[in-house]
């Protein structure tokens, strides 16, 4: 498998599924703001040095599933 990081005398594979749920679940993620917050959360994972492995914006939440 090689998505296992691994050190000498350890190996680790940390992959979390993020769901963004707004407070009141509007359905405002597919208009303009849906590119908006895509490239902020690109730019926050390339900042901290996460893998995005998937994400998809739904109608009114966002699923991510990242490896750190």
Known sequence: MDDINSLTHSKWRCKY??????KY???????QI???IGQ???????????E????QAC???IHM????
């Open 17 to 22: 599924h993020i769901v963004f749920a707004p």
């Open 25 to 31: 679940r509007r359905q405002e993620i597919y208009g």
């Open 34 to 36: 849906k590119v908006d």
């Open 40 to 50: 902020i959360l690109r730019k926050l994972c390339e900042q901290k040095g996460v």
């Open 52 to 55: 995005i492995i998937e994400a």
């Open 59 to 61: 109608r009114d939440h």
């Open 65 to 68: 599933m990242v490896s750190i």
